[in-house]
């Protein structure tokens, strides 16, 4: 399920609510259509017990979520290149204290023409993406396991 979308200024942001009740956003920015696209991803409600666990998150094709996490396809990967860069993979992120808090700048992604990520989902993963090194899923998703929350990329007036 998800909870709002919004932009404030240049920032795209996208709430995320799941399973197991993980709740925040992630703010987009990108100042101009050729320029690096930045994120500050601020997630909270991961299990305090399995803090150490690394959590993959990824854009996916699709904005659907109509059969929550399940209907948002693939990892978005419009160039087809193999794991782990390709601009729908953001990486590993590890929770403390039950929190995310990240800044990553120079994203490969774009909210500008036709490869831009608005209308598409975030999906936060239940384990590490393994960066391409495992089996040949490993090249397209990074056997990042189940998918526990998503949301789709949106804006509103700022």
């Given at each position: ?139 397209e998703n990074g056997n990042a396991g189940k998918r526990l929350a998503c949301c789709v990329i949106g804006m509103i007036k700022s």
């Amino acid at each position: 399920s998800i909870a709002q979308n919004s932009v404030y200024n240049r920032f795209r942001r996208a709430a995320v609510k799941g399973e197991p009740r993980v709740t925040g956003q992630v703010l987009f920015k990108q100042c101009y259509s050729h320029g690096r696209l930045e994120a500050i991803f601020d997630l909270d409600g991961f299990p305090l017990e399995n803090n150490q666990s690394g959590r993959a998150i990824h854009i996916h094709q699709l904005g659907d979520l109509s059969d929550g996490c399940d209907s948002t396809g693939g990892h978005y990967n419009p160039f087809g290149v193999n794991h782990p860069r390709h601009p729908g993979d953001f990486g590993n992120f590890f929770p403390k204290e039950g929190k995310i808090w990240k800044y990553k700048p120079n994203l490969l992604a774009t909210v500008f023409g036709p490869y831009s990520i608005l209308g598409r989902s975030i999906v936060l993963h239940e384990q590490e993406d393994d960066m391409g090194k495992g089996n040949k899923a490993s090249l397209e998703n990074g056997n990042a396991g189940k998918r526990l929350a998503c949301c789709v990329i949106g804006m509103i007036k700022s």
